[in-house]
């Protein structure tokens, strides 16, 4: 087994498809067949099989995948490092956020980040943040910056900034007039959620049991834009990101609400894998996101998540 295999490995499953792999790589399809078939029988294993026609992984090409993915990794991230050592103002990185940081405030700090550091090519992942925190263990992802509390001791984790979570209305729902409402008020609204993975859910669940209530989700949708949509649509109330919001709330398209008796802030995370070598372009990285936010966001207050 050698890189270049597991390269040409990679590749295949990227598109499940050997044909696609060799335009990709420039090879010819015959060639990418033999690599593979070499690399499983170095390995005593097979890793596709055909099935209706279809490129399936098998378990052991499944197993190897996720390998593959953070060796080759480590050969970039090698290469990276030496060509840094070479050019003080070059690089890559691959950062991966969830649906708040991605959407709605780390494109904003990366605009930023990139005037002043053009060499820098920067790749962004927008995903659940589960994913996340895992590609980063892995070593597929260089940074992450996540919706908290990130409690994985193989992760290092650093607070960037607070993010409250607020209850949002439609104009046109009858609580948006009066502007507050009471946790008994609460109880009898229909409440759109996001996705039960969703973090921004299980916090927002949490809280609410802390404060006695327990609520029955009216409506249930897939990520921060769907469920800002079925509000505006007056569908029901919801709990989001205060940063999701913005642009809804200076076009008077949704109403944010205080509770009564009921703050919900947690923090966004910067993190990268425990024990990780950084490279000069992450080290800059690290350190511009922690001026801007400290500059243009507040700095962390540690506050109850």
Known sequence: MNLHQLRIFYTVTQA????????????????????????????GVKLFERSTGRLQLTQAGEALLESAAAMLHAEDEAR????????????????GTNTTGGMYLLPRILRAFRATNPGIELVLDIDATDHICERVNQNVLDLGFVGGPIEDRRLTVEPIVDDEVVLIASPDNPLARQGRVSL????????VVQEPRSRTRLLVERRLREAGLSLRPAMQLVGTEAVKKAVEANLGVAFVSGYA?????????????????????RQLELIHRARKYLTPADGRLRDFIRAYAARELGAPTGGRP
């Open 245 to 265: 919001i913005q642009r809804e709330l200076g076009c008077g398209d949704l109403r944010r609400l205080e509770v009564e008796e009921l703050a919900i802030v």
């Open 184 to 191: 008994q008020k609460l109880a009898g609204q229909r409440l």
């Open 80 to 95: 990276r490092a030496i060509d840094e050592l070479r050019g003080a103002n070059r690089g890559k990185l691959l950062i």
């Open 16 to 43: 499940m498809s050997f044909s696609a792999a060799a335009r990709e790589l420039f090879m010819s399809q015959p060639s990418v067949s033999l690599q593979v078939r070499a690399l499983e029988r170095s390995l």
